[in-house]
């Protein structure tokens, strides 16, 4: 028998990752597991993870803004620690925090874009258990020819925004393209995913960028140029499955302790902003 496409699609989207988890309250040694162990269920291993000091950097208070630059080999996941000193200002919003972790993936080679989609809305639905009917998706057009897979995996047209090629890269925020705020060369496109945050159920959306009741939790690239795959905020993830986010200062002190350890000699001018926040 002869599968059309879209059967094709559900066919490859159940395979990917089997034994859906209930969304009960993990901790974050839990939840941490799993996230591994899903990753390794999609076939990829563990890289190691940068520095979050960088040596002789001005940008971002001489800290890590994000994995972009990382040299992971293909085929892996990487649970990167990060610091952005512009989210001082931003202390007390849902998801901010002074270090976060980027779990980037990159799919091994020869995967093509839509396996890559079909793979991160079955580790969502299936491998964390995730309610995808509390899940938007931000893009441009290129978003469109993957919306079948979208929606079988419960995103339906109502909860995706669609912006226009020009908007989305003059943004440079990852909703639609990403480009990295130090480093032009470093653009491609992608799509954003939001979490719906209220018990009640997810309003429409219909235009960027989307109301502070939904949350972005990551990013799908949709662009072979750039070698990555998918990357979602750690403490995001494991918030979108029931658990709480670190407080403030106590991130805060995780992240001079870390800072400390790894300043030889200068030290970052970003560890100050950080401690008088």
Same mark, same amino acid.
């Given at each position: 028998?002869?599968l059309?496409r879209?059967q094709? %699609?559900?066919?490859?989207l159940?395979a990917?990752?089997? #034994?859906? &988890? /209930?969304?009960?309250a $993990? ?5 941490v597991?799993?996230l591994q162990?899903q990753f ?27 994995e972009?630059?990382?040299?992971m080999?293909k085929?892996?996941?990487?649970l990167?620690p990060?610091?952005? %000193? ?5 202390k007390?919003r849902? #998801?901010? &925090? /002074?270090?976060?972790h $980027?779990?980037?993936?990159d799919?091994?080679?020869?995967t ?8 991160s809305m ?29 929606e079988?995996a ?8 669609i912006?226009?090629q020009?908007e ?5 925020n990852g909703s639609?393209?990403?480009r990295?705020?130090d ?6 496109v992608?799509?954003?995913?939001y ?8 309003a429409s959306?219909n ?7 939904w ?7 949709l662009d072979?140029s ?5 990357g ?8 979108a ?8 200062e106590?991130?805060k002190?995780q992240?001079l302790?870390?800072i400390d ?5 200068e ?11």
């Amino acid at each position: 028998m002869k599968l059309n496409r879209r059967q094709v %699609i559900t066919t490859a989207l159940a395979a990917s990752l089997s #034994g859906a &988890l /209930p969304r009960t309250a $993990i901790s974050k040694s839990d939840g941490v597991s799993n996230l591994q162990s899903q990753f390794e269920k999609l076939g990829l291993a563990k890289a190691e993870p940068m520095p979050i000091v960088v040596q002789r950097s001005e940008f971002n208070g001489g800290l890590l803004y994000d994995e972009s630059h990382s040299d992971m080999p293909k085929g892996s996941y990487l649970l990167q620690p990060c610091a952005r %000193i512009d989210d001082v200002e931003k202390k007390g919003r849902t #998801g901010v &925090l /002074p270090m976060f972790h $980027i779990a980037r993936l990159d799919w091994p080679d020869g995967t093509s874009i839509e396996q890559g989609v079909i793979n991160s809305m079955a580790l969502l639905k299936d491998g964390l258990g995730l309610d995808t009917a509390k899940i938007a998706m931000v893009g441009t057009p290129t978003l469109d020819q993957y919306k079948p897979i979208l929606e079988n995996a419960g995103i339906d047209n109502r909860r995706i925004v669609i912006r226009s090629q020009q908007e989305a890269k003059s943004a440079g925020n990852g909703s639609g393209v990403f480009r990295h705020p130090d480093d032009d060369a470093i653009e491609f496109v992608t799509a954003g995913i939001y979490l719906w945050l209220p018990d009640s159920p997810p309003a429409s959306v219909n235009a960027y960028p989307l109301s502070d009741d939904w949350l972005e939790i990551g990013e799908i690239s949709l662009d072979l140029s750039f070698p990555l795959g998918a990357g979602f905020g750690l403490e995001r993830l494991l918030f979108a499955q029931g658990g709480e986010f670190p407080d403030w200062e106590t991130q805060k002190q995780q992240l001079l302790e870390k800072i400390d350890q790894e300043s030889a000699g200068e030290v970052p001018a970003g560890r100050a902003i950080f401690a008088n926040s």
